[in-house]
């Protein structure tokens, strides 16, 4: 049991500091915004999301969530649209992962295409509901594509970044199985 505890403790503080990244990703690109005009947005809290996913599971998705906290206390909807907007909309990138279920996430990081499928669905998935809460505020019923269009480069971003840190082992990969081949190597006698 010390084990597990041990690893509920190490999770809690990985998604804590996954969190504080998504938060201050967010606050950086709103002043980025500010200073540079509607032109230019980039935000790495959906990168830091999906990271946070693959380690986690769809618990990771309280990243994203956390991260469009910022989001909603700095921009202008009131405050229940801001919170269905920028928070409660970023729990849809937690779908891929709700399907996937308990399997072991590091197949999907071991495949290029697995990776690029995964980053591809979530983004959907985040416009989707993105899209259905411009929707109940707005009644707009092209949110879902006006959103998807216009987080275009950020999609193609996440998917260099999350192409680039696969490259490194331990950055993204399911910590269920990494706490177990840790444990399992430093237990081993005789290793070559």
Not at 33 to 60: D, H, K, N
Not at 165 to 177: A, E, P, T, W
Request: a negative charge; proline letters at 1%.
């Amino acid at each position: 049991m010390n084990k597990e505890n041990k690893i509920v403790s190490f999770k809690q503080l990985d998604l804590l500091f996954f969190s504080i990244l998504a938060i201050v990703s967010e606050i950086m690109s709103s002043v980025l915004l500010e200073q540079l005009g509607s032109g230019f947005y980039f935000s790495f809290s959906t990168v830091i999301c999906l990271i946070a996913m693959i380690r986690w599971g769809a618990v990771g998705a309280i990243v994203g969530m956390m991260g469009g906290i910022p989001g909603m206390l700095l921009s202008d909807m009131s405050f229940w649209s801001g919170l269905l907007f920028y928070v409660a909309a970023n729990a849809a990138l937690s779908v891929p992962m709700l399907l996937y279920g308990n399997r072991n996430r590091d197949r999907i990081v071991e495949s290029h295409v697995y990776l690029l499928l995964y980053i591809l669905l979530s983004h959907v998935c985040l416009s989707v509901g993105k899209g259905i809460v411009i929707f109940i505020v707005t009644g707009e019923i092209t949110g879902i594509v006006d959103h998807f269009g216009a987080t275009f480069f950020i999609l193609v971003i996440n998917i260099i970044v999350c192409l680039v840190l696969r490259m490194r082992k331990g950055l993204i990969c399911d910590m269920r199985y990494y706490f177990v081949e840790e444990e399992g190597e430093g237990n081993e006698e005789g290793r070559d």
